[in-house]
């Protein structure tokens, strides 16, 4: 039979992080200006939407973001919820041919989404540094990999 015991793990309670706080709304405004979350000086993008390593103004290191998907997301809802009413509203009251539907709408789409997701992306950025989200953290050890499950002592039992 085996048995599985873990080590305990660390919890954060308010005792562990003496941190200044940071300003989450000024972090997420610089972040929708393409800016560093930091200091609002230096750009956050080394390209369309690869996130630079490190600030060239301040220096702060902003490899360790995991924005992932969550800006694709965004700029989905809320090109959604600006394009659909306005087609809805357009087809109930004129009913134009779904060809020239089409030749609107896809090219608004499209470029509406292509405008939104860098600054999106940026503001995302910009939240996770305030709040001190994952690479952003200081306060975690260097050797601890995020987002791991702790090691699992195993024993055996005879």
């Known amino acids: 039979m085996e048995s599985r ?6 919890t954060w309670t308010p005792d562990v992080s003496k941190l200044p706080k940071r300003d989450v709304w000024q972090a997420m405004r610089r972040g929708l200006r393409c800016r560093c979350p930091n200091c609002g000086e230096g750009k956050i993008f080394r390209a369309f939407l690869k996130v630079a390593d490190n600030c060239s103004v301040c220096g702060q290191d902003l490899s360790g973001h995991r924005a992932d998907d969550l800006p694709a997301y965004l700029v989905i809802v809320i090109v959604g919820h600006i394009v659909v009413p306005i087609a809805l509203w357009i087809e ?3 009913s134009p041919p779904v060809a020239l539907q089409l030749a609107i709408y896809l090219p608004v789409t499209l470029f509406s989404s292509l405008l939104l997701l860098q600054p999106i992306k940026g503001a995302v950025v910009g939240l996770q540094w305030a709040l001190r989200m994952h690479g952003f953290d200081e306060t975690r050890p260097e050797n601890e990999e995020e987002g791991t499950i702790a090691k699992l002592n195993v024993t055996t039992l005879k």
């Open 5 to 10: 015991t873990t080590l305990p793990a660390t």
């Open 92 to 94: 109930t009251n004129y």
